[in-house]
């Protein structure tokens, strides 16, 4: 927490004036799930702790979620493995998504439009590049956002023993859904 609360405080100094700074959007409960459809065994899993902030006027973004608020396993030795084996949350308690949105938005626009996110995806202690589009509808006092992407474990450093190989799949399906609104600081 210490990490995106010091990310965010950064984030802001980078806005260009203290007005802009109040046009800020941000998200405290977002649902971000995975699932892994593996030959023998589905494995799914939600949180609803994602929590991000969007600067409208330099189209940056960042995203975090705990690993641990992820509930939903098909029981609790297949989360215990989860948390201990594969994304050894004591060591990398936090995943993370920061960058800058590719395409010039018009934020006032109140329509749906297909947008992308580019920036880097940080799993495991594992960060990589990626590009992710992102469907974000506007009303009058809210950003509405939603995405699916895949995630290739081995691409953050995630091993799965050759024994349970048929039970996890080697690239896991992310959905990830919110809100933003607008916050005053």
Not at 133 to 145: C, G, L, P, W
């Amino acid at each position: 927490m210490r990490f995106l609360f010091l990310f965010c405080i950064a984030f802001l100094f980078s806005t260009r004036s203290i007005a802009q700074s109040e046009l800020l959007f941000r998200c405290s409960n977002g649902s971000i799930q995975f699932k892994s459809d593996a030959p023998l065994e589905m494995i799914q899993a939600k949180s609803q702790s994602l929590k991000g902030i969007l600067n409208p006027f330099e189209n940056t973004f960042a995203w975090s979620v705990p690993i641990l608020s992820f509930d939903g396993f098909n029981n609790g030795l297949q989360k215990g493995h989860f948390h201990e084996n594969y994304l050894e949350t004591d060591r990398y308690p936090v995943a993370t998504f920061s960058g800058k949105i590719i395409e010039t938005v018009d934020y006032k626009q109140v329509q749906k439009q297909v947008i992308r996110a580019k920036g880097k995806l940080t799993i495991h202690g594992v960060e990589q590049e990626r590009i992710i589009k992102v469907e974000v509808d506007r009303n009058h006092k809210a950003i509405y956002f939603e995405s699916t992407f895949s995630v290739p474990l081995q691409e953050h450093a995630i091993n799965i023993p050759k024994i349970v190989h048929q039970k996890i799949a080697e690239t896991v399906e992310v959905k990830v859904s919110g809100t933003l609104t607008r916050t005053h600081w």
